[in-house]
């Protein structure tokens, strides 16, 4: 997996600046945090967990998910030995300022030594960045990561020309421009991913009437 001085070359290179004279490497780093952000929130990190329960209620803390983007689905109550697993249905989940906190809803009210399974999402990492151990994103979105960082770079170095009064505007309007652009390039390719990545609606297929009006069923 790509780690974090791979990414900042790339990113030099594609900024025109492989000395990295004009790129310091707080910019480069801040870049690719903001693209790797979007990237995240277009194509999650999938993570799976399986939760014993230690003390009963529909209201369960997971103190092994200090954090994450959002909860797919949930599996309770969950047989590692079963066949099939059913998917639960009512449940909500959120943060408590510490950590994720699921409720079960449904007929079953979890007890002490049941198993719940939770499927989530996480940002990506990349190795380095943040002080990450590893890289979580997919080798074959390096490049567009890369894109997305130097879009990301180009644009806080635009902004911080615009503060010094010896540079000249058609070169931060320039900069400006080309890094708009390729934002727009990075954000296009996120959707049409996204759009691959997403295989359910995440709407409900029925839901209760609005009004004397709607004929939903």
């Known amino acids: 997996m790509t780690a974090l001085a791979a990414f900042q070359t790339r990113l ?17 780093n801040e870049a690719l945090a903001q693209a790797l952000e979007e990237y995240s929130v277009a194509i999650p990190n999938l993570v799976i967990e399986e939760f014993t329960v230690v003390t009963g ?10 954090s994450f983007l959002n909860v797919l689905q949930v599996v309770f109550p969950y047989d590692g030995f079963a066949s099939e697993q059913v998917l ?6 959120y943060h408590d300022g510490d950590y994720l906190t699921i409720y079960i809803g449904g007929p079953g009210v979890p007890a002490a030594g049941d198993v719940i399974q939770i499927y989530y999402t996480i940002p990506h990492t990349i190795e380095n960045l943040a002080g990450a151990a590893g890289t979580t994103v997919n080798p ?5 990561l890369s894109q997305g960082g130097s879009a990301f770079a180009a644009l806080l170095r635009a902004a911080q020309m615009v503060e010094n009064p010896g540079k000249r505007v ?22 049409l991913l996204a759009a691959g990545h997403a295989h359910t609606s995440p709407f409900p297929a029925a839901g209760w009437k609005m009004d004397q009006w709607d004929k939903r069923k």
Do not use: C, M
Not at 12 to 28: E, F, K, N
Not at 57 to 66: F, K, S, W
Not at 88 to 93: I, K, M, T, V
């Open 170 to 191: 058609a070169d931060v309007e320039n900069l400006q421009k080309w890094g708009a652009e390729q934002r727009h390039k990075f954000t296009a390719a996120l959707q």
């Open 57 to 66: 209620g529909r209201e369960q803390l997971i103190t092994t998910v200090p």
């Open 88 to 93: 639960l249905e009512a449940f909500y989940a």
């Open 140 to 144: 074959a979105h390096d490049s567009l």
């Open 12 to 28: 030099l290179s594609l900024l025109g600046d492989t000395a990295g004279v004009r790129y310091s490497t707080d910019i480069l």
